[in-house]
């Protein structure tokens, strides 16, 4: 069997559900099927996973690994590792690939090898108050440094390719960072410190469906915060309560 173009990375833990979306996005995908694999790193989840990957089999290039739970820079980390393709395509177990999403990015990889891509993340639970400020939030800051040019770009992991070889070359993801929400942009930093390309694919979009509580999108944003230098209000406030006007 021939190597595939490009190997998409799921990092998962215990959410089926979700999963099973993601896959059902990626079997709608324009790409041919033989042009990409996947490999799912089901990252120490109570429950196997081989009943519901059976019914992709036929559809998908599929590959299961079963490890202990390391977090999800390990687990994409291990999904890199064993990955055939030229390119790598991650995507988290709760986003679902528009059909355009790995086709753009794949052309631009091919068209630009040496960068690091990512594209539009969209919020797929605009009832849920704590989903939506967090997406709202993390498009404001990587838009600010794409409309003003700043020196600190970031991509998330839910949506971002490379080539496969330089992934390797600079070391894969952090697995020292305590947060699960920030070995993205550490990543983006060792990159650029590298002076390596990073270019935005708008058309490469996936929804993002993440339930959030009020804690969770707080300890987000303050990752989010603590790794940017975005300036949403001044800093002796960050962390408090917002200063009225």
Same mark, same amino acid.
């Given at each position: 069997?021939?190597?595939?173009?490009?190997?998409?990375?799921?990092?998962?833990?215990?959410?089926?559900?979700?999963?099973?979306?993601?896959?059902?996005?990626?079997?709608?995908?324009?790409?041919?099927?033989?042009?990409?694999?996947?490999?799912?790193?089901?990252?120490?989840?109570?429950?196997?996973?081989?009943?519901?990957?059976?019914?992709?089999?036929?559809?998908?290039?599929?590959?299961?690994?079963?490890?202990?739970?390391?977090?999800?820079?390990?687990?994409?980390?291990?999904?890199?590792?064993?990955?055939?393709?030229?390119?790598?395509?991650?995507?988290?177990?709760?986003?679902?690939?528009?059909?355009?999403?790995?086709?753009?990015?794949?052309?631009?990889?091919?068209?630009?090898?040496?960068?690091?891509?990512?594209?539009?993340?969209?919020?797929?639970?605009?009832?849920?108050?704590?989903?939506?400020?967090?997406?709202?939030?993390?498009?404001?800051?990587?838009?600010?440094?794409?409309?003003?040019?700043?020196?600190?770009?970031?991509?998330?992991?839910?949506?971002?390719?490379?080539?496969?070889?330089? /992934?390797?070359?600079?070391?894969? /993801?952090?697995?020292?960072?305590?947060?699960?929400?920030?070995?993205?942009?550490?990543?983006?930093?060792?990159?650029?410190? $590298?002076? $390596?390309?990073?270019? $935005?694919?708008?058309?490469?979009?996936?929804?993002?469906?993440?339930?959030?509580?009020?804690?969770?999108? $707080?300890?987000?944003?303050?990752?989010?915060?603590?790794?940017?230098?975005?300036?949403?209000?001044?800093?002796?406030?960050?962390?408090?309560?917002?200063?009225?006007?």
């Amino acid at each position: 069997m021939s190597a595939p173009k490009v190997t998409v990375v799921i990092p998962t833990h215990a959410r089926p559900t979700q999963l099973a979306a993601c896959l059902d996005g990626l079997a709608r995908l324009d790409s041919a099927p033989g042009d990409f694999e996947i490999v799912i790193v089901d990252d120490g989840g109570p429950q196997s996973l081989e009943p519901l990957i059976a019914a992709w089999r036929d559809r998908l290039t599929l590959r299961l690994i079963v490890r202990a739970q390391g977090g999800p820079a390990t687990a994409r980390n291990a999904g890199a590792e064993v990955a055939r393709g030229r390119f790598l395509a991650f995507i988290d177990d709760d986003c679902i690939p528009l059909p355009g999403w790995l086709s753009a990015l794949v052309r631009e990889l091919e068209r630009r090898p040496d960068c690091l891509l990512g594209g539009p993340v969209i919020n797929g639970l605009p009832d849920n108050p704590y989903a939506t400020a967090t997406q709202s939030i993390t498009t404001y800051a990587q838009q600010y440094y794409r409309i003003k040019g700043g020196n600190e770009p970031f991509f998330t992991t839910n949506n971002l390719a490379v080539s496969t070889e330089r /992934f390797r070359q600079v070391g894969g /993801f952090n697995t020292s960072i305590r947060s699960a929400t920030a070995e993205d942009r550490e990543f983006c930093d060792r990159w650029r410190s $590298y002076n $390596y390309p990073m270019a $935005y694919v708008p058309d490469a979009e996936v929804i993002h469906a993440h339930h959030l509580m009020l804690q969770g999108a $707080y300890d987000t944003l303050q990752d989010l915060v603590l790794t940017t230098k975005v300036e949403m209000w001044p800093p002796s406030h960050r962390f408090g309560p917002r200063p009225q006007h």
